[in-house]
């Protein structure tokens, strides 16, 4: 993990939908619950590494499809830092989302 400055560790919980009960697919068996999957997907998101980047740290899973992530949280978001119009180096950056309030 890189050491940023001014991050913190948090945890978000979230809820994935659940399956009806007594539901099998077309092979005769269960199916697999949501949160199973989101859980195996998320495996992919705790690679991802870049000095400028917070990261996720782990995803658990408990009762009722409940997932709780915890990651490093910035205490500046880039909004903030595009409001203090601080002089950045010009550099590649990828973004993979943009707030609304930021589109112009």
Not at 36 to 59: A, E
Request: a positive charge; hydrophobic letters at 40%.
């Amino acid at each position: 993990m890189f050491p940023l400055k001014d991050t913190v560790m948090g945890a978000s919980t979230f809820f994935a939908s659940a399956l009806p009960h007594d539901v099998c697919g077309s092979n005769g068996l269960p199916l697999t619950p949501n949160s199973i999957k989101i859980l195996g997907r998320f495996q992919i998101l705790k690679t991802i590494t870049h000095p400028r980047l917070c990261q996720y740290v782990d995803i658990t899973r408990g009762k009722h499809e409940r997932l709780v992530v915890a990651a490093e949280h910035c205490e500046k978001s880039l909004e903030d830092l595009l409001r203090e119009r601080k002089p950045v180096r010009k550099q590649n950056f990828l973004f993979l989302w943009r707030p609304r309030n930021l589109q112009k």
